[in-house]
């Protein structure tokens, strides 16, 4: 991962925390920045964006149109217009 695309952030670990992380650290010869993303890594892995409970929402309503994922844009132009079925 480049430097460029990481973002800093404060967090507050418990005491044993941050000592289990520095000798793990050590052991792996990584920095402990690089066994957080890991873990973040790894937590994410557990859970899929599509299980996320907002995907829920996909599919609740019916637009009546059968093309509507194909010509999506040209819907959202005629409809922004006084055009607008209503």
Known sequence: MSTLTKKPIHVYLRSE???ALRRMALQRDVPIAELIRQG????LDEAPVEKDPLWDIVGMADSGLGDLAEKHDD????????????
Do not use: A, N
């Not at 973040?40 to 937590?43: A, E, I, P, S």
């Open 17 to 19: 925390q941050l000592e």
């Open 40 to 43: 973040v890594d790894r937590l």
């Open 75 to 86: 819907y959202l132009v005629t409809w922004s217009g006084k055009d607008h079925p209503r």
